[in-house]
């Protein structure tokens, strides 16, 4: 089955400690994304990637990092300097912007709780 | 600054009825708009689009509708069913980027 998954699904960290949430799939899509949403909020974009080894900043990302060394990962890591870490981060994924490329496929999410 | 504006953060309707949730934006350098739908604790879903170039966009009982020049989009789900229940995410595309622009949702609820 062809999806996007996200683990783990909750996750608990100390305040001061990186963290990074992966980030699959098997979808053959060039791009990936990662989205924050936050209560009675939509989705911001922290950082999008639309090819291996190539990565963009979105709206929000400071105190967040990635990497994309393969088509099929684009982990996120969380980092100390986020001060507002607390949130429901979302990985989602698109062919591309070449034909019908704009529908982004998203996972199931992860929990981010900063203790 | 918030592109794309769901102004209702809720809505109830009854069972049968037609549920319209509505859409605005402000960049005209948008030229493609997609609604999800969203269950508590998952990812969102993509339900439908509609390029720029249309002004109708119809899928069983899920129809959107563009307004350009109001720069306006709606969803209408005829007839509503309980199931349907969820948060609905407005988003849309600049011409040749590849990041969506998210409204801020609107909770549906059907109620048997």
């Known amino acids: 089955d062809g999806g996007i998954t996200q683990s783990p699904k909750y996750l608990f960290r100390k305040e001061g400690q990186n963290v990074t949430l992966s980030c699959e799939q098997n979808?053959?899509?060039?791009?990936m994304y990662w989205y924050r949403q936050d209560p009675g909020q939509g989705l911001r974009l922290i950082y999008y990637?639309?090819?291996?080894?190539?990565?963009q900043k979105g709206d929000i990302a400071e105190g967040y990092s990635v990497s994309r060394e393969k088509k099929e990962s684009f982990p996120l890591t969380v980092t100390s300097a986020q001060k507002n870490p607390t949130a429901f981060y979302l990985c989602?994924?698109?062919?591309?912007?070449?034909?019908?490329?704009?529908?982004?496929?998203f996972g199931p999410g992860t929990r981010l709780t900063v203790l | 600054d918030q592109q794309v504006k769901q102004n209702s953060p809720s809505l109830s309707v009854q069972e049968g009825r037609i549920s319209i949730l509505n859409c605005d934006y402000t960049?005209?350098?948008?030229?493609?708009f997609l609604w999800y739908k969203k269950y508590p604790a998952e990812g969102p879903t993509f339900l439908i689009s509609?390029?720029?170039?249309?002004d109708k966009n119809e899928d069983g009982r899920f129809t959107v509708f563009l307004n350009k020049s109001a720069k306006h989009l709606s969803l209408h789900i005829v007839p509503s069913q309980p199931g349907d229940s969820a948060v609905y995410f407005c988003?849309?595309?600049?011409?040749?980027?590849?990041?969506?622009?998210f409204g801020t949702g609107t909770r549906l609820t059907v109620i048997p």
């Open positions: 979808l053959n899509h060039d791009a």
């Open positions: 989602a994924s698109s062919m591309g912007t070449s034909g019908k490329g704009y529908e982004q496929f």
């Open positions: 990637s639309q090819i291996v080894n190539d990565f």
């Open positions: 509609i390029s720029s170039i249309k």
């Open positions: 960049n005209s350098m948008f030229d493609y």
């Open positions: 988003a849309a595309r600049i011409h040749g980027a590849n990041n969506l622009f």
